[in-house]
């Protein structure tokens, strides 16, 4: 159990790690130095940690099964410093929920070569194990990020998108965005929306 759990808590810092990164990136490529010059454009996890929502939050959750969202420290970005700062922002924004996308190919990839990759599909413990951990919670990152509520990335992706008075009624909902996040969480509104958009990914990459 404890194994089980360490596991799937090492693989969410480095996948969380990974996110955050390709949105300091991708900031960076667009014109915006604002996160490499804090040392964000790194893998290195302890440039994105927060200790509350990268480890004691998924922790607790882990363990005892409660709804808790996890997070990591957000990347800092400058809007006037891009070209076009909404629709790049919103190009930034893609760039964290993409990248979990990746991850997740990469694992699935490599489930199909490795030994004992058609075990871990059974529960089977061991390296093709945590592969189907890290495809797994990627694909969950991805989706649950590409919610539609700011300040997931799927809120700051739609606000960049959306006609002006659209995106500015989104960014009105910015202060609020976690209350809604957990309202869709306990009523099962989330689920019903995530679970068949991950089911349809599980698919195409297994």
Same mark, same amino acid.
């Given at each position: 159990?404890?194994?089980?759990?360490?596991?799937?808590?090492?693989?969410? =810092?480095?996948?969380?790690?990974?996110? #955050?990164?390709?949105?300091?990136? @991708?900031?960076?490529?667009?014109?915006?130095? @604002?996160?490499?010059?804090?040392? +964000?454009?790194?893998?290195? !996890?302890?440039?994105? =940690?927060?200790?509350?929502?990268?480890?004691?939050?998924?922790?607790?959750?882990? $363990?005892?099964?409660?709804?808790?969202?996890?997070?990591?420290?957000?990347?800092?970005?400058?809007?006037?410093?891009?070209? +076009? !700062? *909404?629709?790049?922002?919103?190009?930034?924004?893609?760039?964290?929920?993409?990248?979990?996308?990746?991850?997740?190919?990469?694992?699935?990839?490599?489930?199909?070569?490795?030994?004992?990759?058609?075990?871990?599909?059974?529960?089977?413990?061991?390296?093709?194990?945590?592969?189907? @951990?890290?495809?797994?919670?990627?694909?969950?990152?991805?989706?649950?990020?590409?919610?539609?509520?700011?300040?997931?990335?799927?809120?700051?992706?739609?606000?960049?998108?959306?006609? #002006?008075?659209?995106? +500015?009624?989104?960014?009105?909902? *910015?202060?609020?965005?976690?209350?809604?996040? $957990?309202?869709?969480?306990?009523?099962?509104?989330?689920?019903?929306?995530?679970? !068949?958009?991950?089911?349809?990914?599980? +698919?195409?990459?297994?």
């Amino acid at each position: 159990m404890l194994y089980v759990i360490l596991s799937q808590l090492a693989v969410l =810092i480095l996948s969380l790690s990974f996110h #955050e990164a390709a949105h300091a990136w @991708t900031a960076n490529k667009l014109g915006d130095p @604002t996160a490499r010059m804090l040392g +964000r454009l790194t893998l290195n !996890p302890l440039a994105h =940690i927060d200790w509350i929502g990268t480890v004691l939050f998924p922790l607790i959750a882990m $363990y005892s099964g409660v709804p808790l969202i996890g997070w990591a420290k957000p990347v800092p970005v400058n809007p006037n410093n891009l070209k +076009r !700062p *909404r629709q790049d922002f919103a190009m930034v924004a893609l760039a964290g929920p993409m990248s979990n996308l990746i991850l997740a190919f990469v694992a699935a990839v490599c489930l199909k070569v490795v030994p004992g990759g058609d075990s871990a599909l059974s529960g089977a413990p061991g390296f093709a194990g945590l592969l189907l @951990t890290a495809l797994i919670l990627n694909v969950l990152l991805a989706v649950f990020n590409m919610i539609p509520v700011p300040p997931l990335d799927g809120g700051n992706v739609l606000a960049g998108i959306a006609p #002006e008075p659209v995106a +500015r009624l989104i960014d009105t909902l *910015r202060p609020f965005g976690f209350l809604i996040i $957990y309202a869709l969480l306990l009523t099962g509104i989330l689920r019903a929306i995530a679970e !068949p958009v991950m089911d349809v990914i599980f +698919r195409w990459l297994l």
